[in-house]
């Protein structure tokens, strides 16, 4: 039987996520209760507004279940909004995060929406050549615990993806491509974790 991957489905680009993980052959499910994340095997947590997605998680009762369920091993990725909130530490004073990963990160580290950028990222794990990744008032991660990897750097060592055992994050937007290595990525990494 397939592992079912949950995409948070609060707020977001959680569709987007949906139709790459479909096109690989996922069985997916979204996201919004307590209830339907004990159904699924591993969780996408999109980009978003990061505060908006914190105080909806509130709203339904989310944020225990959530840390539980990446605290059991279970795999979860988080892109752009969903790395902020699986930080242990934010440079800022809002959203409260999650604390699942053990990064300190800078809310819309590399400027407003008006500096957005893309580029190709050379991403440990991801065969096939450069990845094109788009960021969208991205965050950056300013710093990473002794037992988190940095899969993928700027030019100027700025992290932009990273792993810490069961737990993936990009600053940038996979979702918004045709390229599905990313998501490829992340589905090989829940049936290494569900192998164990």
């Known amino acids: ?26 069985d997916t499910r979204e996201v919004r209760t307590e ?7 591993s969780l996408v947590v999109p980009g978003g507004e990061s505060t908006s997605m914190a105080k909806l998680m509130d709203i ?3 944020r ?16 752009c909004a969903g790395l902020i909130l699986l930080a242990s530490r934010l440079q800022e004073q809002r959203p409260e995060p999650l604390g699942i990963m053990d990064t300190v990160v800078q809310r819309n580290g590399f400027g407003r929406q008006v500096d957005s950028f893309e580029t190709d990222l050379d991403i440990a794990g991801v065969a096939g050549g450069p990845y094109h ?8 991660i300013v710093e990473i615990g ?24 990009t600053a940038f937007h996979p979702e918004l491509t045709t390229d599905d290595r990313v998501h490829g990525f992340f589905l090989a990494m829940a049936a290494e974790v569900a192998a164990r």
């Not at 209830?35 to 095997?41: I, M, N, R, S, T």
């Not at 990744?133 to 950056?140: D, E, G, S, Y």
């Not at 993806?161 to 069961?166: G, I, Q, S």
């Open 146 to 169: 002794p037992s988190v990897e940095a899969l993928a750097t700027l030019e100027d060592g700025t992290i932009v993806a990273a792993r810490e055992r069961n737990v993936l994050v």
């Open 1 to 26: 039987m397939n592992p079912i991957v949950g995409v948070l489905a609060l707020q977001g680009d959680f569709q987007e996520h949906i139709a790459s993980l479909r096109r690989l052959g996922a």
């Open 64 to 79: 225990e279940p959530l840390v539980a369920f990446a605290r059991s091993g279970k795999p979860v990725w988080g892109t």
């Open 35 to 41: 209830a339907q994340l004990a159904a699924v095997d």
């Open 60 to 62: 339904y009762g989310l």
């Open 133 to 140: 990744a788009i960021f969208i008032r991205a965050p950056k």
